[in-house]
């Protein structure tokens, strides 16, 4: 008998034979150096035995000259198998695909975050990577080894210390530690301070230069405050003035608005038209018409589906509806006037420079006329007044 594995890699069969003398077709079997094993018998005229898969046809040929039945109860081997998975290929298609699949998404980078860097240093560092091929939908084993991708960056970007790289399941980790370099000193050319608008001084500090006003002078706009000369009358040397002066400034808002004020205001009632958009062309396939709203407020989103960092070509746009409804107010003549104060310092507050306070107001004129009411504010502001002049030679 040869060995179990060599059979099965070419197919057993397991097959009954029943009728009269069936021993007599297993020793015709024998005599032509048939390979038969495992014989049993199962009843009177009724036997079983394996035989090769390569053998069924000789067997069969036996039987033709015989009253003999011949009926498989098992078969084995890699033929047997193979035509399974023929049958369920499908299913066996299926499996492997998964496991593809799976394989390849779990060894794909899905993104990579960059930590302590300034935005600078990371568009480097987003350069830097992008040469070695580290994106989103490139697969990890493709790419060189963390401490080949950390030594490469280290040595590409001259403002970090230190680079550490980190392959965290399908993402990788950057953290960067920029070197602190002393910023060089600004240099400043000569130069005068003036006054940029017309003001009242209310304080001032000098750093360097010669103060020409004082605290409560007035100044009109050109002014010089504070001189770039130091030192004695022909002997003088030109240095960048430094100094911070703050001026009391006046101000005059006018402002007026309808007594009777129309407002919008939405309802809570909403219809959504849905559209998709194929390349420039939208599609509307849901809520095709608008809605019978008698006034109404449309926002439209447009949605930014991606793939692997690439923008689909197929894209979905809501138009939400919302209805409105208008309705009229009349204000009193006193709360029109609070309303206009408010409006006039908001709009005096825009326009005012960074760190400049309001520290009075009066109302200069008050009017009702034609259902309309306005307003004339005086505003007093503290807010710096310098500004630079350069000291040309020969001034």
Same mark, same amino acid.
């Given at each position: 008998?040869?060995?179990?594995?060599?059979?099965?890699?070419?197919?057993?069969?397991?097959?009954?034979?029943?009728?009269?003398?069936?021993?007599?077709?297993?020793?015709?079997?024998?005599?032509?150096?048939?390979?038969?094993?495992?014989?049993?018998?199962?009843?009177?005229?009724?036997?079983?035995?394996?035989?090769?898969?390569?053998?069924?046809?000789?067997?069969?040929?036996?039987?033709?000259?015989?009253?003999?039945?011949?009926?498989? @109860?098992?078969?084995?081997?890699?033929?047997?198998?193979?035509?399974?998975?023929?049958?369920?290929?499908?299913?066996?298609?299926?499996?492997?695909?998964?496991?593809?699949?799976?394989?390849?998404?779990?060894?794909?980078?899905?993104?990579?975050?960059?930590?302590?860097?300034? +935005?600078?240093?990371?568009?480097?560092?987003?350069?830097?990577?992008?040469?070695?091929?580290?994106?989103?939908?490139?697969?990890?084993?493709?790419?060189?080894?963390?401490?080949?991708?950390?030594?490469?960056?280290?040595?590409?970007?001259?403002?970090?210390?230190?680079?550490?790289?980190?392959?965290?399941?399908?993402?990788?980790?950057?953290?960067?530690?920029?070197?602190?370099?002393?910023?060089? +000193?600004?240099?400043?050319?000569?130069?005068?301070?003036?006054?940029?608008?017309?003001?009242?001084?209310?304080?001032?500090?000098? =750093?360097?230069?010669?103060?020409?006003?004082?605290?409560?002078?007035?100044?009109?706009?050109?002014?010089?405050?504070?001189?770039?000369?130091?030192?004695? =009358?022909?002997?003088?040397?030109?240095?960048?003035?430094?100094?911070?002066?703050?001026?009391?400034?006046? #101000?005059?808002?006018?402002?007026?608005?309808?007594? %009777?004020?129309?407002?919008?205001?939405?309802?809570?009632?909403?219809?959504? @038209?849905?559209?998709?958009?194929?390349?420039?062309?939208?599609?509307?396939?849901?809520?095709?018409?608008?809605?019978?709203?008698?006034?109404?407020?449309? #926002?439209?989103?447009?949605?930014? #589906?991606?793939?692997?960092? #690439?923008?689909?070509?197929?894209?979905?746009?809501?138009?939400?509806?919302?209805?409105?409804?208008?309705?009229?107010?009349?204000?009193?003549?006193?709360?029109?006037?609070?309303?206009?104060?408010?409006?006039?310092?908001?709009?005096?507050?825009?326009?005012?420079?960074?760190?400049?306070?309001?520290?009075?107001?009066?109302?200069?004129?008050?009017?009702?006329?034609?259902? %309309?009411?306005?307003?004339?504010?005086?505003?007093?502001?503290?807010?710096?007044?310098?500004?630079?002049? +350069?000291?040309?030679?020969?001034?």
């Amino acid at each position: 008998m040869r060995n179990g594995f060599v059979n099965l890699i070419g197919g057993v069969v397991t097959v009954e034979i029943s009728g009269p003398y069936p021993e007599q077709l297993l020793n015709r079997c024998l005599k032509q150096g048939m390979h038969i094993w495992d014989v049993s018998v199962m009843e009177t005229e009724k036997i079983q035995f394996k035989v090769q898969l390569s053998n069924i046809h000789q067997l069969r040929h036996f039987l033709r000259k015989t009253d003999l039945t011949l009926r498989f @109860k098992e078969r084995q081997g890699l033929p047997f198998f193979i035509k399974q998975m023929k049958v369920r290929a499908g299913f066996v298609t299926g499996i492997a695909a998964f496991f593809i699949a799976f394989f390849l998404l779990s060894n794909m980078v899905w993104g990579y975050s960059i930590d302590g860097a300034s +935005p600078q240093v990371e568009k480097k560092l987003e350069e830097a990577i992008a040469e070695l091929g580290v994106k989103r939908g490139e697969f990890s084993f493709t790419l060189p080894k963390p401490n080949e991708i950390q030594a490469y960056v280290t040595d590409r970007i001259d403002e970090a210390t230190w680079v550490g790289v980190r392959k965290k399941g399908t993402n990788y980790q950057f953290e960067v530690v920029e070197q602190v370099r002393q910023s060089d +000193p600004e240099i400043i050319s000569p130069r005068h301070l003036v006054a940029s608008k017309k003001a009242v001084i209310r304080s001032m500090f000098v =750093e360097d230069g010669t103060a020409v006003k004082r605290t409560n002078d007035v100044v009109e706009k050109g002014d010089l405050l504070v001189s770039g000369f130091i030192g004695v =009358e022909g002997a003088e040397q030109t240095i960048p003035a430094k100094a911070s002066v703050v001026g009391e400034i006046w #101000y005059t808002s006018t402002v007026s608005m309808p007594i %009777t004020q129309i407002y919008s205001s939405l309802t809570g009632e909403q219809k959504n @038209k849905y559209q998709l958009k194929v390349g420039d062309v939208s599609i509307p396939f849901w809520n095709i018409t608008a809605p019978d709203y008698e006034s109404m407020e449309t #926002y439209r989103k447009e949605s930014q #589906y991606t793939i692997f960092g #690439y923008r689909l070509p197929v894209q979905l746009i809501v138009d939400e509806h919302r209805e409105t409804q208008h309705f009229e107010r009349t204000y009193e003549k006193e709360e029109a006037f609070d309303v206009l104060k408010e409006q006039a310092r908001l709009d005096l507050e825009q326009d005012l420079p960074e760190g400049a306070d309001i520290i009075g107001e009066q109302v200069l004129h008050e009017a009702v006329e034609n259902d %309309t009411v306005s307003l004339k504010i005086h505003y007093q502001v503290l807010e710096e007044i310098t500004q630079e002049k +350069p000291i040309i030679q020969g001034d």
